[in-house]
C-alpha cells in the first residue's frame, strides 16, 4: 500500500510552533516540507533537522509583509508539487507599544496572513480536489483585547475572525479552514515575556495537538482549554466588569 504524500507549506517555520509543526510533520508524515522565515541561519537549522529524518524539504528565506514575493513563492512551491496543507503561522510580538513596533506587528500578523491565505485560496479554487486546508495562526489573546499587549491581542483577533469568516465560504470550494489559538508556547516571543505565563505548553506537544486535529479539519484549535475557557469568559463580560478584572492582573514590566 502506497503512502500518500502530504505537501506542506508552513511560514514562520524557523521557531517556536512553525519549527515544531516541520519537525513533527518530518518526523510523523511523508511528506514535502516548503518552509519559509526571515532568519537564514535558523531555517536551514530547521530544514538540515527535518531532512535528517528523511523528509523532502525546501526552504526559502521570505518575509511574509512582502506581498509579492510571498505569491511569487507559494506560486513555485504549487509548481512543485500541489499543496495540500498551508500554515499561515508567521508572527511577531510587539513588546513596547513603540509607533515602529505596533506597525510592524499589524504587518506580520495581519497582511503577513493575508499574503499567505490569499495566494493560497486562489491556487486552491482552480482545483477540483478535496485535499485543500488552510491554518491560520491566531491566539488566545485573540478572544479580547488585552490592556498588557493591545496590538498583539487586536492583530490576532483580526485574523481569528477573518479565519472563522472563510471556513464557510471557501466550503463549497472543498477548502478547509482551521485557526489555531495556542495560549503560551515556548517561541521566541514567550521568551522575551516579562508577565506570567500559566498553562505554559512546550512546542512538541503543541505541535502534535495541532496536527490531529488540522487532520480531523476541527475549526477552532484553541489550548489549553482552561485558557480558553477564562478568555472567552472575559470577552462576553460587560466591559466595566473586565476592565476592573484587567486592572488588578500582574502586568508586563
Known amino acids: 500500500m502506497t503512502t500518500k504524500t502530504l505537501n506542506i507549506l508552513i511560514t514562520g517555520a524557523s521557531s517556536g510552533i512553525g519549527e515544531a509543526l516541520a519537525l513533527y510533520y518530518a518526523k510523523n508524515k511523508t511528506c514535502r516540507l516548503f518552509l519559509c522565515g ?4 535558523r531555517l536551514d537549522d530547521v530544514r538540515q533537522r527535518c531532512e535528517q529524518t528523511g523528509a ?10 512582502d506581498r509579492q514575493a510571498v505569491q511569487d513563492w507559494i506560486s513555485a512551491c504549487e509548481k512543485t508539487a500541489p499543496l495540500n496543507i498551508v500554515y499561515a503561522n508567521a508572527g511577531v510580538a510587539t513588546l513596547k507599544e513603540t509607533p515602529e513596533n505596533i506597525y510592524n506587528t499589524f504587518n506580520i500578523n495581519v497582511f503577513g496572513v493575508l499574503n499567505t491565505v490569499v495566494p493560497a485560496v486562489e491556487i ?6 478535496s485535499d485543500k486546508t488552510i491554518v491560520i495562526t491566531s491566539s488566545i489573546a485573540g478572544y479580547h483585547g488585552l490592556p498588557s499587549c493591545p496590538s498583539y491581542s487586536a492583530s490576532k483577533a483580526c485574523v481569528k475572525a477573518y479565519g472563522e469568516a472563510i471556513r464557510s465560504s471557501l466550503k463549497p470550494y ?3 479552514v482551521c485557526v489555531i489559538c495556542p495560549g503560551f508556547v515556548k517561541s521566541r516571543i ?10 505554559f505548553w512546550q512546542t512538541d506537544k503543541a505541535a502534535e495537538t495541532i496536527a490531529a486535529r488540522v487532520e480531523k479539519n476541527i475549526g477552532l484549535i484553541a489550548f489549553p482549554w482552561p485558557m480558553r475557557l477564562a ?5 462576553v ?3 466595566r466588569i473586565s476592565d476592573f478584572i484587567y486592572s488588578r492582573l500582574p502586568h508586563k514590566v
Do not use: Y
Not at 38 to 41: I, L, P
Not at 124 to 129: G, L, M, N, S
Not at 190 to 199: A, G, L, R, V, W
Open 174 to 176: 472543498g477548502i478547509k
Open 190 to 199: 514567550t521568551d522575551k515575556n516579562t508577565c506570567p505565563m500559566p498553562f
Open 38 to 41: 526571515r532568519d537564514k541561519q
Open 124 to 129: 486552491f479554487k482552480q482545483r477540483q480536489d
Open 237 to 239: 463580560l460587560p466591559n
Open 56 to 65: 523532502e524539504v525546501h526552504a526559502e528565506p521570505v518575509n511574509v509583509a
Open 231 to 235: 478568555s472567552w469568559f472575559m470577552s
